[in-house]
């Protein structure tokens, strides 16, 4: 092998790649050279770390090393090591080794070095046949990722999902409709030197008085460059149109520009227009034009569409601020340098540190002084302050306040402090990056409204081609005069707004989805708010949607001569083994009559659970021992399966206990040896704005759904105070998919709002709202994620849907019907080319500045 290398790098030396290849260079050391002697981070997984002891010896023999930093949590046997770049991860699992730690880079670690390694310089542009190859090669990628969307959808369907599933494409992938004209050639310069070149033309175009001889062929020399350099994005757009079968939105501009400047040569080679002393009047109707014989001029057409086209385009496609931007520009205190608080490995004491901000890593302890925006996520440790809320989280406007325990995330500003905070989350992995992540990867893809637009305005340019051609020949055959057949023609190829078509969804789309994050609604993608638009059924979890999180013990009530505090403390036994607030409420009850001795020593303080199950249908179940009386009238421990259930009817309870168990609150059955011993009913408060949120549902047209594990009459009485249409109850916890799915059934257009706990239900709804306490993001299931736990926040979504989808509507039944207005009046001879495109622009604003009112919804 190494005689096979070293030919191998003969070889290479021989054709010239010897300065590519050294073989006295490891490749860490060549990453340093490249990088100028830069710094990592990388992370190892720890394994036989032994004692927490060792975390300062191993910490101070790796910093001993030149240029190392290294942190080693005991607890999450992790450590974080920022080292220069010339120093391989093998040198610093070697100082492990020595101290009998076996440690292994992370995979994200070893990605990340991996293509730091196979870093290479940007390569040069390709030209002509390699420029082709490259191009057709990134198609591939694209071709496979669609395929692969397409395949996800087909699984979703077996999976069980009914919503009708859309092809959403990324607009990054090449349209296959349309084609844009490259924005990197429509500059202010070129805008600014056309504009220049045309003016003397508009002047004596439009000012016969300032006419002298031969200012007609100044005036061809002068509009030369503006037609072939100012124009060249369109005919280059046009082109590429053509040598792929698509059509360009600034085709019909590129005709009328061309057109008009070589008719106008034309007419200056083959007719009077062409002489020293030939003067112009300026028409404005078609009917009014000169006869060929009596010459006429189109310059300004040609020079006026140009600068126009140029103008609108800059203006419509300029790079417009997006949320991250809005949210920058909000940042107060922006830290560069933070204090870290951390143990000095030769005294064992605690240092104050100030490292960047970059360098920050998880689990260390840093101190965000009062007047600074807090850099990263994490739960405070010390102090207590006041903040205010970053972006994303700050929707009522209140300040908080924070104290030890309390969490606490990027971007909020600290008003007074100072505050320690342990870190959980830097950089990219921090909630607001994660949620700018979203929201600009919502933007990103195309729904069907705007494949709708784009297919339309694609059409649009090959049919207002051919109306101009047929308009030509009719003018010129009925009138007997081709310079008005060109007028009129021209009028219909620079009215046309096929931009203003494709424009008409993209940017209300994309505002809409930056517009629901700032009111705390992350939305998937622009299709999602199409979907939203069209539900007319609203099913809701009521457990962490409705409710609030908490729940609390309200009654015990218990069969004849059983014991309430055995009752309690049986449930709170079996309860452990949930984490369902029920459960918790449960154990928390038992806990507390414990602590309180209540029952006395007849009631054992801890009963142990063998062989503990939760069943399909939520029940808890399990061995316990408890004190009960024997044949002989004896108390005495015994062993018994015991249960713990949601009833879902009244079948095995007594008239009293039934009585209990519909009398109020939700009741729990707890049982052993077969028979119900009591009833315990838990109070969950409805949450403030859940009545108001329910009836704004309602007069919206949407049908309200509760869907539940309680008893019909328990549910029921929820659904009443909340003022609910239907009722789902006595759903097991792997019975609700089917629920909401035969309420898809029946034809409704359902969306689900629930937590982590039903995200199955989620998928099968038409939208799934994903509200829970712990904000995810990661959840494939949820089509939206509220950031807010109120339910208010529910009617606003779907009332923001319904608003942007109407704009959207409107965009598009406006766009068509300034165009055909526009190809009615230039047919019929009213329209002058010259205004034609500027009706086209004026429009085209119109469009975007309806788009931008979304951000006042």
Not at 146 to 151: D, F, L, P, T, V
Not at 741 to 756: E, F, K, P
Request: net charge neutral.
């Amino acid at each position: 092998m190494d005689a096979a290398i070293a030919e191998a790098k003969k070889a290479a030396a021989a054709a010239g790649l010897a300065g590519a290849i050294d073989s006295d260079e490891s490749p860490h050391v060549r990453l340093a050279r490249r990088q100028a002697s830069a710094h990592t981070s990388f992370a190892l997984e720890l394994e036989g770390l032994e004692s927490a002891l060792h975390v300062a010896d191993i910490e101070e023999a790796l910093e001993q090393r030149p240029g190392i930093r290294a942190s080693v949590v005991y607890e999450s046997a992790t450590a974080w090591i920022t080292a220069p770049d010339d120093v391989s991860p093998d040198d610093v699992i070697a100082v492990f080794a020595d101290f009998g730690v076996h440690a292994v880079l992370t995979n994200a670690s070893l990605r990340r070095r991996a293509e730091r390694l196979n870093q290479t310089r940007r390569p040069l542009p390709l030209r002509g046949r390699r420029k082709k190859l490259a191009l057709r090669a990134t198609r591939l990628p694209r071709r496979r990722q669609q395929e692969a969307e397409e395949r996800a959808d087909l699984a979703a369907r077996r999976a069980g999902r009914l919503r009708d599933v859309q092809l959403i494409r990324s607009q990054d992938e090449e349209p296959t409709e349309v084609l844009f004209t490259a924005k990197e050639l429509l500059t202010r310069s070129r805008l600014l030197v056309s504009a220049l070149l045309s003016l003397p033309i508009f002047i004596l175009s439009y000012l016969p008085d300032l006419q002298f001889d031969y200012w007609q062929w100044v005036c061809l020399a002068i509009a030369t460059p503006v037609v072939t350099w100012g124009a060249w994005p369109f005919h280059r757009a046009t082109a590429a149109g053509l040598r792929r079968g698509m059509s360009a939105l600034d085709a019909a501009s590129s005709a009328a520009v061309l057109s008009s400047y070589l008719w106008s040569i034309f007419l200056l080679v083959f007719t009077t227009a062409g002489s020293p002393d030939w003067r112009f009047q300026p028409q404005w109707l078609a009917q009014n034009y000169n006869r060929v014989a009596q010459g006429e001029f189109f310059l300004d057409v040609a020079c006026g569409v140009t600068v126009f086209m140029l103008l609108g385009s800059l203006l419509t496609r300029r790079e417009r601020p997006d949320l991250m931007d809005e949210y920058k520009a909000k940042i107060r205190g922006e830290l560069d340098v933070v204090t870290v608080v951390r143990k000095d490995t030769a005294t064992s004491k605690s240092v104050h540190v100030e490292i960047p901000v970059q360098e920050i890593r998880v689990g260390d302890d840093i101190i965000v002084p009062g007047g600074a925006t807090i850099p990263v996520d994490g739960r405070v440790i010390g102090g207590a302050a006041e903040i205010q809320p970053g972006m994303f989280t700050n929707y009522s406007g209140k300040t908080e306040k924070v104290k030890v325990n309390s969490t606490v995330h990027a971007g909020s500003f600290l008003l007074s402090g100072p505050l320690k905070i342990r870190v959980h989350k830097t950089g990219s992995q921090t909630r607001i990056a994660s949620i700018y992540r979203w929201v600009k990867e919502a933007s990103q893809y195309q729904n069907r409204s705007a494949q709708l637009a784009t297919k339309t305005a694609s059409l649009l340019v090959p049919w207002a081609l051919g109306i101009a051609a047929l308009d030509f020949f009719l003018w010129w055959l009925i009138g007997a005069n081709i310079n008005a057949a060109v007028a009129s023609a021209l009028a219909i190829l620079a009215g046309v707004a096929p931009v203003a078509l494709a424009l008409s969804t993209n940017v209300a789309m994309k505002l809409g989805i930056e517009q629901t994050a700032r009111l705390g609604v992350l939305v998937r993608n622009a299709e999602v708010i199409r979907e939203l638009d069209e539900v007319n059924s609203m099913v809701f979890n009521r457990v962490g949607t409705l409710t609030e999180k908490d729940m609390f013990v309200e009654t015990i009530s218990v069969a004849e001569g059983e014991n309430p505090e055995l009752v309690l403390r049986v449930a709170g036994a079996l309860a452990m083994e949930s984490v369902h607030p029920a459960s918790k409420a449960l154990v928390r009850a038992a806990r507390e009559a414990r602590d309180a001795g209540t029952g006395g020593e007849d009631i054992p303080h801890w009963i142990e659970v063998a062989h503990p199950q939760v069943l399909d249908d939520g029940t808890l179940s399990g061995g316990i021992e408890i004190p009960l009386k024997n044949s002989e009238g004896e108390v005495e421990l015994r062993q018994v399966e015991a249960t713990l259930v949601r009833p879902h009817d009244l079948s095995g309870l007594s008239s009293r206990l039934s009585n209990v168990a519909v009398s109020g609150g939700i009741p729990i059955v707890v049982s052993w040896k077969g028979q119900a011993r009591g009833v315990i009913t838990l109070r969950q408060d409805n949450k403030p704005d859940a009545e108001d949120a329910v009836a704004t549902l309602e007069e919206m047209g949407i049908e309200t759904i509760m869907i539940t594990r309680d008893m019909y009459p328990v549910a029921r009485r929820f659904a009443d105070n909340l003022g609910m249409s239907r009722v789902l109850a006595g759903i097991a916890l792997k019975k609700k998919v089917l629920a909401v799915r035969s309420v898809h059934t029946q034809g409704a257009q359902v969306a689900m709002v629930g937590g982590l706990g039903v995200r199955e239900c989620l998928n099968v709804a038409d939208v799934g709202i994903l509200m829970d306490d712990q904000v995810r993001l990661d959840v494939p299931e949820a089509d939206v994620v509220l950031l807010r736990s109120d339910v208010s926040v529910v009617p606003e979504l779907i009332a923001l849907a319904r608003r942007i989808s109407a704009l959207v509507d409107r965009n598009i039944m406006l766009a068509w019907a300034y165009n055909a207005l526009v190809m009615t009046a230039a047919v019929a001879g009213v329209l002058h080319p010259m205004a034609a495109t500027l009706f086209t622009i004026l429009f085209t604003f119109l469009i975007e500045a309806r788009s931008n009112n979304v951000r006042r919804f």
